[in-house]
Nanobody, 123 residues
Framework: QVQMVESGGGLVQAGGSLRLSCAASGRIFSFDAMGWYRQAPGKQRELVASISSGGSTDYADSVKGRFTISRDYAKNTVSLQMNSLKPEDTAVYYC?????????????????WGQGTQVTVSS
Protein backbone atom coordinates (compact mmCIF):
# COMPACT_ATOMS: atom_id res chain seq x y z
CA GLN A 1 0.00 0.00 0.00
CA VAL A 2 1.35 3.38 -1.03
CA GLN A 3 0.04 6.72 0.13
CA MET A 4 0.61 9.81 -1.98
CA VAL A 5 -0.07 13.32 -0.68
CA GLU A 6 0.16 16.35 -2.96
CA SER A 7 0.63 19.97 -1.98
CA GLY A 8 1.34 23.30 -3.64
CA GLY A 9 -1.67 23.92 -5.85
CA GLY A 10 -3.47 27.24 -5.96
CA LEU A 11 -4.48 30.25 -8.00
CA VAL A 12 -1.92 32.10 -10.10
CA GLN A 13 -1.99 34.63 -12.92
CA ALA A 14 -0.92 33.70 -16.40
CA GLY A 15 2.85 33.83 -16.70
CA GLY A 16 3.33 32.95 -13.06
CA SER A 17 4.84 29.89 -11.40
CA LEU A 18 3.80 27.17 -8.99
CA ARG A 19 5.61 24.22 -7.50
CA LEU A 20 3.74 21.02 -6.74
CA SER A 21 5.14 18.46 -4.34
CA CYS A 22 4.10 14.91 -3.56
CA ALA A 23 5.21 12.81 -0.63
CA ALA A 24 4.99 9.04 -0.95
CA SER A 25 4.92 6.65 1.97
CA GLY A 26 4.39 2.95 2.41
CA ARG A 27 5.60 0.40 -0.12
CA ILE A 28 7.42 2.85 -2.36
CA PHE A 29 10.85 2.06 -3.67
CA SER A 30 13.60 4.10 -5.25
CA PHE A 31 13.28 2.02 -8.41
CA ASP A 32 9.65 2.99 -8.91
CA ALA A 33 8.94 5.39 -11.72
CA MET A 34 6.84 8.44 -10.86
CA GLY A 35 4.74 10.90 -12.75
CA TRP A 36 2.31 13.80 -12.72
CA TYR A 37 -1.05 13.74 -14.47
CA ARG A 38 -3.72 16.39 -14.83
CA GLN A 39 -7.41 16.47 -15.60
CA ALA A 40 -9.21 19.57 -16.78
CA PRO A 41 -13.00 19.89 -16.58
CA GLY A 42 -14.68 17.84 -19.29
CA LYS A 43 -11.40 16.31 -20.43
CA GLN A 44 -9.62 13.02 -19.93
CA ARG A 45 -6.75 12.68 -17.51
CA GLU A 46 -3.44 13.22 -19.31
CA LEU A 47 0.17 12.53 -18.47
CA VAL A 48 2.11 15.75 -17.89
CA ALA A 49 5.56 14.48 -16.93
CA SER A 50 7.30 11.33 -15.78
CA ILE A 51 10.62 10.43 -14.21
CA SER A 52 12.19 7.01 -14.22
CA SER A 53 14.05 5.32 -11.41
CA GLY A 54 17.27 6.43 -13.08
CA GLY A 55 16.15 10.05 -13.32
CA SER A 56 15.24 10.16 -17.01
CA THR A 57 12.40 12.58 -17.65
CA ASP A 58 9.69 12.92 -20.26
CA TYR A 59 7.12 15.66 -20.83
CA ALA A 60 3.92 16.27 -22.72
CA ASP A 61 4.54 18.53 -25.70
CA SER A 62 2.23 21.15 -24.21
CA VAL A 63 4.49 21.68 -21.17
CA LYS A 64 7.98 21.13 -22.57
CA GLY A 65 10.30 23.96 -21.68
CA ARG A 66 7.94 25.24 -18.98
CA PHE A 67 7.57 22.38 -16.49
CA THR A 68 10.31 20.42 -14.72
CA ILE A 69 9.81 17.16 -12.84
CA SER A 70 12.27 16.09 -10.17
CA ARG A 71 12.48 13.58 -7.36
CA ASP A 72 14.23 13.16 -4.04
CA TYR A 73 15.06 9.49 -3.59
CA ALA A 74 15.90 9.82 0.08
CA LYS A 75 12.62 11.53 0.93
CA ASN A 76 10.44 9.66 -1.58
CA THR A 77 9.10 12.88 -3.00
CA VAL A 78 8.39 14.00 -6.53
CA SER A 79 7.96 17.64 -7.51
CA LEU A 80 6.70 19.55 -10.51
CA GLN A 81 8.01 23.06 -11.09
CA MET A 82 5.60 24.90 -13.36
CA ASN A 83 6.71 28.16 -14.99
CA SER A 84 5.11 30.44 -17.56
CA LEU A 85 1.71 29.07 -16.66
CA LYS A 86 -1.16 29.46 -19.09
CA PRO A 87 -4.92 29.38 -18.53
CA GLU A 88 -5.01 26.04 -20.36
CA ASP A 89 -2.85 24.56 -17.59
CA THR A 90 -5.84 24.87 -15.26
CA ALA A 91 -6.66 21.38 -13.98
CA VAL A 92 -6.52 19.04 -11.02
CA TYR A 93 -3.00 17.65 -10.85
CA TYR A 94 -2.33 14.12 -9.57
CA CYS A 95 0.95 12.52 -8.63
CA UNK A 96 1.51 8.87 -9.39
CA UNK A 97 4.07 6.24 -8.50
CA UNK A 98 4.79 2.68 -9.45
CA UNK A 99 3.54 2.73 -13.02
CA UNK A 100 5.35 1.12 -15.91
CA UNK A 101 7.07 2.21 -19.08
CA UNK A 102 5.94 0.70 -22.36
CA UNK A 103 7.60 1.81 -25.55
CA UNK A 104 9.22 4.68 -23.72
CA UNK A 105 5.93 6.06 -22.41
CA UNK A 106 4.91 6.02 -18.75
CA UNK A 107 1.58 4.42 -17.83
CA UNK A 108 0.53 5.12 -14.27
CA UNK A 109 -2.76 3.25 -14.29
CA UNK A 110 -1.31 0.32 -12.36
CA UNK A 111 0.38 2.56 -9.81
CA UNK A 112 -0.73 4.56 -6.79
CA TRP A 113 -2.40 7.96 -6.96
CA GLY A 114 -2.60 11.04 -4.82
CA GLN A 115 -5.88 12.78 -4.09
CA GLY A 116 -5.19 15.63 -6.50
CA THR A 117 -4.48 19.33 -6.08
CA GLN A 118 -6.22 22.14 -7.96
CA VAL A 119 -4.20 24.50 -10.14
CA THR A 120 -6.05 27.50 -11.53
CA VAL A 121 -4.39 29.95 -13.91
CA SER A 122 -6.24 33.19 -14.51
CA SER A 123 -5.85 35.21 -17.70
Amino acid sequence: QVQMVESGGGLVQAGGSLRLSCAASGRIFSFDAMGWYRQAPGKQRELVASISSGGSTDYADSVKGRFTISRDYAKNTVSLQMNSLKPEDTAVYYCNAGGRYYGGTYYGESGSWGQGTQVTVSS
